[in-house]
T-cell receptor
Framework: DVKVTQSSRYLVKRTGEKVFLECVQDMDHENMFWYRQDPGLGLRLIYFSYDVKMKEKGDIPEGYSVSREKKERFSLILESASTNQTSMYLC???????????FGDGTRLSIL | GQQVMQIPQYQHVQEGEDFTTYCNSSTTLSNIQWYKQRPGGHPVFLIQLVKSGEVKKQKRLTFQFGEAKKNSSLHITATQTTDVGTYFCAGPGQAGTALIFGKGTTLSVSS
């Protein structure tokens, strides 16, 4: 079974901090994705990666960056955290871009 | 841009009643996928439909893909409390590298 592991279930940070969210998958998937989920807004794609060192902007990339140095790991970076980035962050992976995605448990991030 | 829309946004039913959620795309899709997210959980893949007019069943769940491959539906027969959660549909983006998710239908069931 595919396992997507996110480093933290809950995280509390302060405004202006640089925040790192880590995601690791164990199925050698090519594609990895970062979403944020807010009530009433569904899943919004922040960034995705289809290969090591490759990244593509999603629908809401502003204020975020990503890093994919190894195939199994995809990191989301909040360069200078702001309160409007308080949200649930979900990482996912898939074998190819349009194939079913496997999600991690999510990180509930609070920016104070 | 490409959009995937779902209705209704929320649905409350009594246990034993049927439930249907509808998904409509602004473009023709090569496939449609359905996911379920339990309260406090993460989205879990349920099924993928590929063929025009395709119908698939999983126990009490029936999934349909429209003839024009622009719409889909999920029907649950005789809902149970274990069916509560948010159901998302998703279709391939035009660039081919990411899925476009609908905003989901949240189902609540009272016994």
């Amino acid at each position: 079974d595919v396992k997507v592991t996110q480093s933290s279930r809950y995280l509390v940070k302060r405004t202006g901090e640089k925040v790192f969210l880590e995601c690791v998958q164990d199925m050698d998937h090519e594609n990895m994705f970062w979403y944020r989920q807010d009530p009433g807004l569904g899943l919004r794609l922040i960034y995705f990666s289809y290969d090591v060192k490759m990244k593509e902007k999603g629908d809401i990339p502003e204020g975020y960056s990503v890093s994919r140095e190894k195939k199994e790991r995809f990191s989301l970076i909040l360069e200078s955290a702001s309160t409007n980035q308080t949200s649930m962050y979900l990482c996912a992976s898939s074998r190819q871009g349009n194939q079913p995605q496997h999600f991690g448990d999510g990180t509930r991030l609070s920016i104070l | 841009g490409q959009q995937v829309m779902q209705i209704p946004q929320y649905q409350h039913v009594q246990e034993g009643e049927d439930f249907t959620t509808y998904c409509n795309s602004s473009t023709t899709l090569s496939n449609i996928q359905w996911y379920k997210q339990r309260p406090g959980g993460h989205p879990v893949f349920l099924i993928q439909l590929v063929k025009s007019g395709e119908v698939k069943k999983q126990k009490r769940l029936t999934f349909q893909f429209g003839e024009a491959k622009k719409n889909s539906s999920l029907h649950i027969t005789a809902t149970q409390t274990t069916d509560v959660g948010t159901y998302f549909c998703a279709g391939p983006g035009q660039a081919g590298t990411a899925l476009i998710f609908g905003k989901g239908t949240t189902l609540s069931v009272s016994s």
